[in-house]
């Protein structure tokens, strides 16, 4: 921690890096410390954390999907695209754990990516509606007006939205296209393959034809 201290304190005063051959006398190392203390003084806390580390994004396999990791989020805002997703994050799984919500996030998001679906997120998730058994997701023909009733509920899929919009790694569902909840079995889980279950929900991808059991 000292050599990365000293290096960003190096580079803001014009000092020599610690990669150099030459050495300090002992009367000198208090006249650097003093130096790095006033160096770091300047560097915005923003960008002294993003040096050390602290800001730097987790790959997918190290995130926790727990309440610090999205605490850690910014707030959720945006666009329609933005907007699509948060409703339907909110009315599809805001009973669900986050990690949960993350996974259903990703299976509407991997359908925009595929060439079988809609190639925007309101298209995937407004797919059918208005025809009689076609929806794809329940809340958008059920005859219901959708309303947010539970604000602090909102904020927190609104987060995890922005979060899957940024880039978040799709890492969870194995490339799922679809999901249901473990009380029913629609026809189409029985020739899809099943890649995990998370919480209330099973996912499945579709391009391997074997289920598994």
Not at 158 to 185: C, D, E, F, N, Q
Request: proline letters at 4%; a positive charge.
């Amino acid at each position: 921690m000292r050599l990365i201290i000293a290096g960003i304190a190096a580079a803001i005063l014009g000092l020599p890096g610690h990669g150099a051959k030459a050495e300090l006398r002992p009367n000198e190392v208090g006249s650097l410390i003093q130096l790095e203390r006033k160096g770091l003084k300047s560097v915005p806390k923003g960008t002294l954390k993003w040096a050390l580390g602290a800001n730097q994004p987790k790959s997918a396999g190290s995130i926790d999907y727990d309440e610090a990791w999205l605490r850690s989020l910014p707030n959720g805002k945006g666009g329609e695209q933005f907007t699509c997703l948060a409703e339907a994050l909110y009315f599809e799984a805001r009973g669900e754990s986050i990690k949960g919500q993350v996974a259903v996030a990703e299976v509407i998001l991997n359908r925009v990516e595929s060439n079988k679906f809609p190639n925007t997120v309101c298209g995937v998730i407004n797919q059918g509606t208005g025809r009689k058994y076609a929806c794809q997701f329940t809340y958008t023909c059920d005859g219901r007006a959708e309303t947010v009733g539970n604000p602090g509920a909102y904020a927190r899929v609104a987060k995890i939205a922005k979060a899957m919009l940024s880039g978040l790694p799709h890492k969870l569902t194995g490339g799922a296209t679809y999901y249901h909840t473990t009380a029913v079995r629609p026809n189409w889980s029985r020739v899809f393959a099943l890649t995990t279950t998370i919480g209330v929900h099973k996912f499945y991808r579709e391009d391997t034809r074997l289920s598994q059991k």
